[in-house]
């Protein structure tokens, strides 16, 4: 709870994460692969 | 170093409105960087140093990312049919009728044949840890089951198989074979009642075929790697949060809900309004968090998942239509029953979209082709209104074929850019409110690590 109310007041959210591309996928099919 | 925005070289921010009570969108759009920014303070974020110099210190990274992203990949998958025929006749396929009802099997030692060119060309292309993506498409692959299930026993080795298919010719036999094999498996269905699920998706005599595939969905209850796609019309537009709550019971781990395609004619009178399919698709979405947060089970709408993702990681999407180019061409391409090449299976059936046939051209040639580059060489920065788009690389302006066929050019847009708007606010909605991952797959971020993080008091 102490969480959610620090969250509702942060003025700035901005965040982005990188990795290698690897999508194949499209409209007509998702490829899924869990092991 | 100067932190000016908007003037001069400075940086280009867009304000978007994204329906949140509380945060506005600030968007670089060439970039695809994002921010949510507080509305009451709005000025003092702009007006910090720190937050724009921790973008502009990462901004020629992300420019290399996105080119990368959307000009450096190389063709991975192939979306392969066996067959040109299909036992459906659903009027929104983008596979002509003719071809459908009077086509042909590929034979097997033609795709035995097919198979080993594309295995060589991947050879040369891809590092040897990579295993490319074979997916047998259609029409309906399991027309052409026997070949196809020899295909994928010869060559386990060397490619990643996945299949999409109507469901109605799995049998418990065929259902062993490919859980035992890892077989990624979409299937097809387009309602959660035999009425809504049968009024496109009939066999030529005009029976629907709902039994058939829950049959087969509960078969394959417990196996992870399935999907099952939903293709939204008018006619199932708005049972879509209904839709969800049934394939939810039914314990599918992974759907689509995606909107018919407008490439062929046949299928634009079942085109839902853009704004009102996005309202159901909403609901739909809500849905699912709501079952979530109920069951502690998730139903991900891996099209909508998809496009979270292109926010909170470009890079990790899976699906390649929403970002542009789409992947048509570059990251995978078709084979259609002759060995006909095109950049995407949208266009199989539009003969000047043909690259090649891979049993006399070089692949090389083929994504070199004229036909292929029409595809590749859609932007959206040459299509208007997305040049000027704040949610360009969110959206990507899906699809060239329906762009083209529908609307004329590939300089135009696609059928639903309403929807597209729709799910972006939304997700950033999502992201405010940080409830983003009652929406993701389990481990999409696998393999990612952060680029940017801002979380400012």
């Not at chain 2, 009728?97 to 198979?115: D, T, V």
Request: hydrophobic letters at 35%; charged letters at 25%; aromatic letters at 10%.
């Amino acid at each position: 709870m102490k969480n959610r109310k620090v969250k509702a007041k942060r003025t700035i959210i901005a965040r982005r994460k990188k990795c290698k591309a690897s999508g194949a996928g499209l409209s007509h099919y998702i490829f899924q692969d869990k092991k | 170093m100067k932190s000016y925005f908007n003037t001069g070289k400075g940086i280009q921010l867009q304000p978007i409105d994204i329906g949140h009570p509380r945060y506005f969108g600030l968007v670089s759009a060439d970039t695809a960087f994002w921010s949510l920014i507080r509305k009451d303070r709005m000025a003092y974020a702009l007006a910090r140093p720190s937050f724009l110099e921790t973008y502009r210190r990462k901004e020629k990274y992300f420019v290399e990312e996105m080119n990368t992203l959307r000009f450096g990949r190389k063709p991975f998958a192939v979306y392969f049919n066996p067959t040109d025929r299909c036992n459906l006749n659903c009027p929104y396929c983008y596979i002509p009728e003719k071809m459908r009802r009077h086509g042909r099997n590929m034979p097997s030692f033609k795709m035995l044949r097919a198979l080993k060119i594309l295995k060589s060309y991947f050879r040369q292309t891809l590092p040897k840890n990579i295993k490319p993506q074979i997916i047998f498409h259609g029409a309906e692959p399991m027309l052409n089951k026997e070949t196809v299930l020899e295909v994928i026993r010869r060559f386990a080795d060397d490619f990643q198989f996945g299949i999409q298919t109507n469901g109605t010719l799995l049998d418990a036999e065929t259902i062993d074979f490919l859980v035992s094999k890892n077989i990624s498996i979409g299937m097809s269905l387009d309602g959660h009642t035999e009425v809504v699920a049968g009024r496109l998706r009939k066999t030529w005599d005009g029976r629907g075929v709902f039994s058939e595939v829950v049959s087969a969905i509960r078969q394959l209850r417990g196996y992870t790697n399935y999907s099952v796609i939903c293709t939204v019309t008018k006619e199932n537009m708005p049972h879509l949060a209904d839709i969800i709550e049934f394939l939810h019971e039914e314990k599918v781990p992974v759907c689509m809900l995606n909107p018919l395609r407008c490439t062929s004619p046949a299928s634009r009178p079942h085109k839902p309004k853009d704004s009102r399919f996005a309202a159901h698709y909403l609901k739909a979405l809500d849905r699912s968090f709501e079952l979530y947060k109920k069951t502690g089970r998730r139903i991900v709408i891996a099209n909508f998942a998809n496009v979270l993702v292109g926010i909170l990681a470009p890079s990790a999407r899976r699906l390649m239509c929403d970002i542009s180019p789409c992947g048509g061409g570059r990251c995978f391409f078709a084979v259609s029953a002759r060995g006909d090449a095109f950049a995407c299976s949208e266009f199989i059936g539009l003969s000047r979209f043909k690259g090649g046939n891979i049993f006399k051209d070089k692949i090389k040639t083929i994504l070199e082709s004229k036909a292929f580059k029409l595809v590749t060489g859609r932007k959206v920065e040459n299509i208007h209104p997305c040049a000027q788009c704040a949610i360009r690389h969110f959206c990507g302006s899906p699809c060239p074929a329906e762009a083209h066929q529908m609307n004329g050019s590939m300089e135009k847009i696609g059928a639903f850019c309403e929807f597209y708007e729709e799910q972006v606010r939304y997700a950033m909605r999502l992201i405010a409110d940080g409830k983003e991952e009652g929406f993701l797959w389990d481990g999409w971020d696998k393999g990612t690590s952060v680029s940017l993080e801002i979380s400012t008091l």
